[in-house]
């Protein structure tokens, strides 16, 4: 038997965009809470290849304005829902990885970092938190705006926001059994 608690928890997990948000701040105390579960996500040879570059107030502005001045093909209409969502929404945090020593292959670093992100996402599950990751083309054109080095990457956004009520969660999965090869 598996931990009943742990199953509900993941399969409540869900996206929540901007959308849904409704503009309130999330203090900076839970925030760090989030980031202590996200850095307990499991490494191998413990690089902990993650980092974090949060936005929020004012700074919001700034990269919104570096996302725009990269990317002067831009419509205006993707513009416009850029500033919408980052109004809506509390803090961005920019979700990175660094290659470290480069000992391991980089895909590694990449499925470390993408775990650290699975526990921000479930840490947001029953709370009036919410959130999802964006992974934009313009992501690598804001390289120098987030201070990174040849050897660090920004692997996309994970907007977090206050939502005051969401609709269930309907995606349908995929039936596992069909996914699954048995050897015995
Ligand atoms: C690596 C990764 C990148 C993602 N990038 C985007 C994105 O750029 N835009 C978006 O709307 N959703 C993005 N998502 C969220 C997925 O669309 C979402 O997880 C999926 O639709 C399943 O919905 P759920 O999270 O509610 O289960 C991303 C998810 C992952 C894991």
Known sequence: MINKEISKIIKLRK????????????????IIEILENANHAPTHKMTQPWFF?????NSKQKLLKAIISHNKEMTSMAKEKLNFNFEKTSHIICVC??????????????????????????????V???GYWSTPK?????????SLSNTQRCLGFFYLGRHDFVNKRNIKRKNIEEETEWFV
Do not use: H
């Open 138 to 146: 313009f992501t690598p054109t804001i390289k120098d705006f987030l």
């Open 53 to 57: 570059k949060v936005f929020s107030g």
């Open 15 to 30: 996206s929540i965009y901007p959308k849904d948000f409704n503009s309130k701040k999330i203090d900076k105390k839970t």
């Open 128 to 130: 009036d938190i919410g």
């Open 97 to 126: 990885m660094s290659r470290n020593s480069g000992i391991l292959p980089e895909w590694e670093e990449i499925a470390a970092t993408a775990m650290a992100v699975q526990n921000i996402w479930l840490s947001c599950v029953n």
